[in-house]
């Protein structure tokens, strides 16, 4: 059960967009439309910010995107903020001849 | 409002065991899948183990297979996680999470969190 790999860290201005990817295998990311973006501050729990691929949740702003093409989803932040600097994580249900479950990505840190 | 509140938690040596335990209000609790997930010390995310809305479908991940169980009462609306066998690595923070509505997926509603340390 191998967490999804994503960039440990991406930086960008204010005003800039900044991606992010989240590589997985077609028993996960590829596989299914199930991919989930989370932001987490430092101590608190995480917050749903994308979820089937590229859909927002209410209350979400559209600067939040998401997309997908083959085994790798994709996390777009545009008009980057201050308060936009957080760690991010993917996940994706996942599914084989062992396993089914859910898997997280490996995270990454956003600075702004 | 939306909320789930957690309870449980703290310092237990290994091999011991340890529930935890996650209330829901403000929704039909027994409406949704329900998840944990885990965070290690200055590490990522870890996805536990899932249960469906009724209880009949339960997953988890193979580092606690066997060794943890989820269940639910949803004439309480409450979650648990009975932890068995515990390891040094199973020290995290714990979080309790409401799946999004079925066919889609996704953690909408989280619990605070809460510490697990097993250390002797």
């Known amino acids: 059960q191998s967490a999804l790999t994503q960039p440990a860290s991406v930086s960008g201005s204010p005003g800039q967009s900044i991606t992010i990817s989240c590589t997985g295998t077609?028993?996960?990311?590829?596989?299914?439309?199930?991919v989930s973006w989370y932001q987490q501050y430092p101590g608190k729990a995480p917050k749903l910010m994308i979820y089937?691929?590229?859909n927002r949740p209410s209350g979400i702003s559209n600067r939040f995107s998401g997309s997908k093409s083959g085994n790798t989803a994709s996390l777009t932040i545009s008009g980057l903020q201050a308060e936009d600097e957080a760690d991010y994580y993917c996940?994706?249900?996942?599914?084989?001849?062992?396993?089914?479950?859910?898997?997280f990505g490996t995270g990454t840190k956003v600075t702004v | 409002q939306v909320q789930l509140v957690q309870s449980g938690g703290g310092v237990v040596q290994p091999g011991r065991s340890l529930r935890l335990s996650c209330a829901g209000s403000?929704?039909?609790?027994?409406?949704?899948?329900m998840h944990w997930v885990r965070q290690a010390p200055g590490k990522g995310l870890e996805w536990v183990t899932v249960?469906?809305?009724?209880?009949?479908?339960?997953y988890y991940a193979d580092s606690v297979k066997g060794r943890f169980t989820i269940s639910r009462d949803n004439s309480k609306k409450t979650l648990d996680l009975e932890m068995n066998s515990l390891r040094a690595e199973d020290t995290a923070v714990y979080y309790c999470?409401?799946?999004?509505?079925?066919?889609?997926?996704?953690?909408?509603?989280w619990g605070q969190g809460t510490t697990v340390t097993v250390s002797s």
């Open positions: 999470g409401k799946d999004l509505p079925p066919g889609w997926v996704g953690m909408d509603v």
């Open positions: 996940s994706s249900y996942t599914s084989s001849s062992t396993l089914e479950g859910y898997v």
């Open positions: 249960i469906s809305y009724d209880g009949s479908d339960k």
């Open positions: 403000g929704f039909t609790f027994g409406s949704y899948g």
């Open positions: 089937q691929v590229s």
């Open positions: 077609s028993s996960d990311v590829g596989g299914y439309n199930h």
